[in-house]
């Protein structure tokens, strides 16, 4: 028998049977290793204390923290509204920056203006505009197939015979243009 004070393995490592059932064959045989000493079970009190630590103190802790009635305080800086709200201080202005930027400001006006009149821009949303369209009719074209596949929204084909439902869904695949 190992004793708690050794440097043998702990009680909950020892996995062989106890002495008392173990036969002739067996008793000659060396263990491969030291957990064969270890023949006494682990006391239960150590087994419910580590179900009770494991389980039942987290869950209790939690629900005291939940249900407290006590509101939770930031301490010193609860009333705090942070330095964002600081307005900072004023820089100096400097007039040849300051022309600068407006001269900026209207060369760019000018230039969006001259952009927004060409030919090809106007030429571009009018593009964009039939694409939107097509591709929104599209879409809704495969969702309405979909959903008569799947029998469901309202292109479903739930009270129809199988071979009317198969004619609807190629129906719709031709005017989708996918078949």
Same mark, same amino acid.
Not at 158 to 173: C, V
């Given at each position: 028998?190992?004793?708690?004070?050794?440097?043998?393995?702990?009680? /909950?490592?020892?996995?062989?049977?106890?002495? @008392?059932?173990?036969?002739?064959?067996?008793?000659? &045989?060396?263990?491969?290793?030291?957990?064969?000493?270890?023949?006494?079970?682990?006391?239960? !009190?150590?087994?419910? &204390?580590?179900?009770?630590?494991?389980?039942?103190?987290?869950?209790?802790?939690?629900?005291?923290?939940?249900?407290?009635?006590?509101?939770? /305080? @930031?301490? !010193?800086?609860?009333?705090?509204?942070?330095?964002?709200?600081?307005?900072?201080?004023?820089?100096?202005?400097?007039?040849?920056?300051?022309?600068?930027?407006?001269?900026?400001?209207?060369?760019?006006?000018?230039?969006?203006?001259?952009?927004?009149?060409?030919?090809?821009?106007?030429?571009?949303?009018?593009?964009?505009?039939?694409?939107?369209?097509?591709? &929104?009719? @599209?879409?809704?074209?495969?969702?309405?197939?979909?959903? @008569?596949?799947?029998?469901?929204?309202?292109?479903?084909?739930?009270?129809?015979?199988?071979?009317?439902?198969?004619?609807?869904?190629?129906?719709?695949?031709?005017?989708?243009?996918?078949?």
């Amino acid at each position: 028998m190992v004793s708690s004070s050794s440097f043998g393995p702990p009680w /909950h490592t020892c996995f062989s049977t106890p002495p @008392a059932t173990t036969t002739a064959a067996t008793a000659g &045989r060396q263990p491969f290793n030291n957990l064969s000493q270890c023949t006494s079970p682990p006391p239960l !009190i150590f087994q419910r &204390r580590s179900w009770f630590e494991k389980c039942v103190l987290p869950l209790a802790a939690s629900a005291t923290l939940l249900l407290s009635p006590y509101p939770a /305080h @930031a301490g !010193i800086l609860s009333g705090f509204s942070g330095l964002e709200s600081i307005p900072g201080p004023e820089l100096p202005k400097i007039d040849s920056l300051a022309r600068f930027n407006e001269e900026n400001q209207k060369r760019y006006a000018e230039n969006d203006a001259r952009f927004k009149e060409t030919p090809l821009l106007k030429e571009l949303l009018e593009r964009s505009k039939l694409n939107k369209e097509k591709n &929104r009719q @599209a879409i809704q074209d495969k969702y309405c197939i979909r959903g @008569a596949e799947w029998g469901v929204g309202d292109c479903s084909a739930e009270g129809m015979t199988p071979q009317e439902r198969d004619e609807f869904i190629a129906a719709m695949k031709k005017k989708a243009g996918i078949e």
